[in-house]
């Protein structure tokens, strides 16, 4: 199983910016899938998370701005940004929970990480 991630990049503060993550591989099913982001000397943070129904949850910091969604087609998480702040500044890892067959527990595995810099 990989996790491919890819949307970040150089954005002016008050821009959007769409992260997306791909699952591909030996998948029999996907629990949830999120978001964490690691800014420089700083501890990473979970800012979002999202099921496959629809159920989403995220840090208080981000609420408002960040949208969590899920194509169950395409096993892809996407992360929508909004109005975004320096502050938004880091590297940001897709994180999947994943079976690999019909008897094995959800394992969690992790994209390569984008990074999100926000600068005039």
């Known amino acids: 199983v990989q996790l491919q991630a890819s949307g970040g990049g150089l954005v002016q503060p008050g821009g959007d910016l769409r992260l997306s993550c791909t699952a591909s591989?030996?998948?029999?099913?996907?629990?949830?899938m999120g978001w964490y982001r690691q800014a420089p000397g700083k501890q990473p943070e979970l800012v979002a998370t999202?099921?496959?129904?629809?159920?989403?949850n995220y840090a208080e910091s981000v609420q408002g701005r960040y949208t969590i969604s899920i194509d169950n087609a395409k096993n892809t998480v996407y992360l929508q940004i909004h109005s975004l702040e320096p502050a938004d500044s880091a590297v940001y890892y897709c994180?999947?929970?994943?079976?690999?067959?019909?008897?094995?527990?959800?394992?969690?595995?992790w994209g390569q990480g984008t990074q999100v810099t926000v600068s005039s």
């Open positions: 994180v999947a929970q994943i079976s690999a067959g019909p008897r094995m527990v959800l394992s969690s595995y």
């Open positions: 591989g030996s998948i029999f099913s996907i629990g949830a």
């Open positions: 999202a099921t496959g129904d629809g159920m989403t």
